[in-house]
T-cell receptor, first 109, second 113 residues
Framework: QKEVEQNSGPLSVPEGAIASLNCTYS??????FFWYRQYSGKSPELIMS????GDKEDGRFTAQLNKASQYVSLLIRDSQPSDSATYLC?????????FGSGTRLQVQP | GAGVSQSPSNKVTEKGKDVELRCDPI?????LYWYRQSLGQGLEFLIY????????KSGLPSDRFSAERTGGSVSTLTIQRTQQEDSAVYLC???????????FGSGTRLTVV
């Protein structure tokens, strides 16, 4: 079992829709959770962090964490073509982040 | 500096040669990380430095890989006797401390021919 699992996609949504990206992790001691966005040929860029159970909102992005279910999600409201990228879930079970392999999101104009 | 700086941005080397990759973290960031990303793959952890503590080398794939961080700032990742499977983008990241998200550099694309 991988430490951090994500559906590779692609996840295709129409412009203006809500995109829902999911991630599960295996190590229960994990305390810090992050979402990164990576455009093709570019480096990952931090977009959200979450540390406590529940929801955290930042603009069009909402991160959701459920430690009991070992589940993290990212919602993107009013999706734009510029949101088309690979989204990486990252979990900190020890001192360095463990990354999932990413979900490719395509927002259709 | 304003961001994490990595050099060179691209490196083509012959199999068996040694290479050095450099990372200059954000000023004041005590934590520095090296990852690599093969084409179409996720990020693979290599090594982690935190302040003056001993580095966490648990991700280094073989003894051909080594890294150092001088003066708590600039880091160099060295790959000896490069192999074709070492071809990847090597990413450096820094953060203010362990619990914060990372800021990545633009990476070094290493191609071993």
């Amino acid at each position: 079992q991988k430490e951090v699992e994500q559906n590779s996609g692609p996840l295709s949504v129409p412009e203006g829709a809500i995109a829902s990206l999911n991630c599960t992790y295996s190590d229960r001691v994990s305390q810090s959770f992050f979402w990164y966005r990576q455009y093709s040929g570019k480096s990952p860029e931090l977009i959200m962090s979450i540390y406590s159970n529940g929801d955290k909102e930042d603009g069009r992005f909402t991160a959701q964490l459920n430690k009991a279910s070992q589940y993290v999600s990212l919602l993107i409201r009013d999706s734009q073509p510029s949101d088309s990228a690979t989204y990486l879930c990252a979990v900190e079970p020890r001192r360095a982040l463990t990354f999932g392999s990413g979900t490719r999101l395509q927002v259709q104009p | 500096g304003a961001g994490v700086s990595q050099s060179p941005s691209n490196k083509v080397t012959e199999k068996g040669k040694d290479v050095e990759l450099r990372c200059d973290p954000i000023s004041g960031h005590t934590a520095l990380y090296w990852y690599r990303q093969s084409l179409g793959q996720g990020l693979e952890f290599l090594i982690y430095f935190q302040g003056n503590s001993a580095p966490d080398k648990s991700g280094l794939p073989s003894d051909r890989f080594s890294a150092e961080r001088t003066g708590g700032s600039v880091s160099t990742l060295t790959i000896q006797r490069t192999q074709q499977e070492d071809s990847a983008v090597y990413l450096c990241a820094s953060s203010p401390s362990e619990d914060y998200g990372y800021t990545f550099g633009s990476g070094t694309r290493l191609t071993v021919v």
